[in-house]
């Protein structure tokens, strides 16, 4: 029988402490092997790679990253997807009944391409998806009152978003909320309203939570998902 596992981390298990100890992940009382997980390089694309069992172990010892990719799809049994942020919002999306999930990195430059919009199609058109029945996970990432940019910047976002009709950022003054911008193409992907579900943490103005923008650090929590054994 398998289940959708799903984890959406804090600084309590971080990556760069993960890469150093490259040993098997435990959380709670789940363990899983470091030869099944899954990272990919996270250049602020739209490209999600669909997995296969060769993929596994990506990202650790001698096994490069999935080059180019901020998305990860898979149907494959205890193979997990990991996504690292520190403002950037990881979100996981699955289908019980399809047994599919994907696992996607998006800030401002991911939410401007669509990637969530994109990884909802790879479930649908590889996996049979139906986006009715899937479910999305936001995770914690930076709010629009702490993600401010220039007003070149915002024009274009706002611009693209508009010329491609992927959605529209609400905010004003050259802040960006990029959680709502995720909801709406989830929701323009034929997600019900009420599959989308939304961690509502800052992770600038949350201490237990690596943030680029407050600390300018390297490190990063990590989030993943995975179709596991039980």
Do not use: W
């Amino acid at each position: 029988m398998s289940s959708i596992f799903t984890y959406l981390g804090t600084k309590d298990l971080d990556y760069r402490t993960l890469l150093r100890a490259q040993r098997d992940l435990l959380i709670g009382d789940r363990e899983i092997p470091l030869a099944r997980l899954v990272i990919c390089e996270q250049t602020h694309s739209n490209y999600v790679h669909i997995c296969s069992e060769d993929d596994c172990g990506a990202g650790f010892k001698d096994h490069p990253q999935i080059a180019g990719a901020d998305g990860l799809a898979t149907n494959i049994p205890q193979q997990y997807l990991v996504i690292r942020t520190a403002d950037c919002y990881p979100v996981l999306i699955y289908d019980k009944d399809a047994a599919a999930v994907a696992a996607i990195h998006c800030g401002r430059e991911g939410s401007r391409m669509n990637i969530a919009g994109k990884a909802v199609a790879v479930l649908v058109d590889h996996y049979g998806c139906d986006p009715a029945n899937l479910i999305a996970l936001i995770g914690a990432g930076i709010c629009e009152r702490h993600y401010e940019v220039s007003e070149e910047l915002y024009t274009a976002y706002q611009d693209s978003l508009k010329q491609d009709q992927i959605g529209f950022c609400p905010s004003r003054d050259r802040h960006i909320n990029i959680r709502t911008v995720i909801f709406q193409q989830l929701n323009r992907a034929g997600l019900p309203a009420n599959n989308i579900e939304n961690l509502h943490i800052c992770t600038y103005e949350n201490p237990d939570y690596f943030s680029y923008r407050r600390d300018h650090g390297n490190n990063r929590q990590i989030n993943l998902i995975g179709i596991a054994n039980e």
